[in-house]
């Protein structure tokens, strides 16, 4: 007998993977957490029926939400991670010495303790003596920092359930107000591919463009993400993501991206018409 996941991206679209066996089924106070095992994707971790990340291809999405704001200041030292159960957003800012501290704010303990036992590569660096792990709410946390971060990531997930206060005017505001005088806010922008998601796309990209004084959206493509085509978004306080790009000082650090590259950060900015589009319309 075959054994299939399957997700839901539209009413009329699915998305299934093969799976060999399920490792797991839990439930926290906030959502239903599965892991699979796959010849095609490796581990997929799964979040109420959605798929976070797999084995397979993970490696791009935490490429493009660390190493694109990294090159644009190298000197970034203090972090803020909002989400990030699966630990491959810290894993990847490790990697910079001159990062000094980084919190990472998860609402959701058990996410971790499942990550840390089924993808260990993924979450060695929350063992970095410079992370502070924090069990809680990320919209109640950053209501109390001011000036305090060079770089939020807001790794959350889809703007429903327990992510949906990410995704909010006053979560953005209060990122806005605990990022130090050239701070850099990156987000996972959803897609807007299939018609249904665009609303909410747009109305989070406004959202930021208001309070923010730079905002932009970059695109990567994620295989195992609705429709593929999956994109990012860059908000800054003052830095510019092309015009301030610093290539040789990030590529003189000599770190091993699979994904990631200064030239493919460039291009990575160049969206496709429609997208502009949709991000610009008066339509919701």
Not at 79 to 95: F, I, K, P, S, Y
Not at 215 to 224: F, L, T
Request: glycine share 8%.
């Amino acid at each position: 007998m075959e054994l299939w996941f399957t997700e839901k991206h539209t009413n009329d679209v699915l998305f299934s993977i093969k799976v060999d066996r399920q490792l797991i089924s839990a439930r926290s106070e906030f959502q239903r957490i599965d892991v699979f095992e796959s010849a095609e994707f490796g581990r997929i971790l799964t979040l109420d029926g959605f798929i976070m990340i797999t084995e397979k291809d993970e490696f791009i999405y935490h490429d493009m939400m660390v190493h694109v704001p990294m090159a644009v200041n190298p000197d970034i030292k203090s972090v803020l991670v909002v989400g990030a159960g699966d630990g491959g957003t810290v894993r990847e800012l490790t990697r910079y010495p001159g990062v000094e501290h980084i919190d990472m704010v998860e609402i959701d303990r058990l996410v971790v303790d499942v990550c840390r036992q089924y993808f260990p590569q993924m979450t060695a660096g929350l063992s970095d003596r410079r992370v502070t792990l924090r069990y809680e709410d990320g919209l109640k946390f950053v209501r109390s920092k001011q000036n305090e971060y060079d770089l939020i990531i807001v790794d959350s997930t889809d703007p429903f359930g327990p992510g949906e206060g990410l995704f909010t005017r006053e979560f953005f505001g209060n990122c806005h107000k605990a990022l130090t005088a050239r701070g850099i806010m990156v987000n996972q922008h959803e897609s807007t591919y299939y018609d249904s998601y665009v609303g909410a796309v747009r109305r989070m990209h406004k959202r930021i463009a208001a309070l923010f004084e730079r905002a932009y959206v970059y695109q990567a493509h994620i295989p195992s993400y609705p429709s593929g085509h999956w994109l990012f978004g860059f908000a800054s306080k003052g830095p510019h993501p092309l015009d301030d790009l610093q290539e040789s000082r990030w590529n003189e650090l000599g770190l091993h991206t699979r994904y990631y590259n200064t030239r493919l950060h460039k291009g990575a900015f160049a969206l496709p018409n429609y997208i502009f589009e949709q991000l610009e319309s008066e339509d919701e």
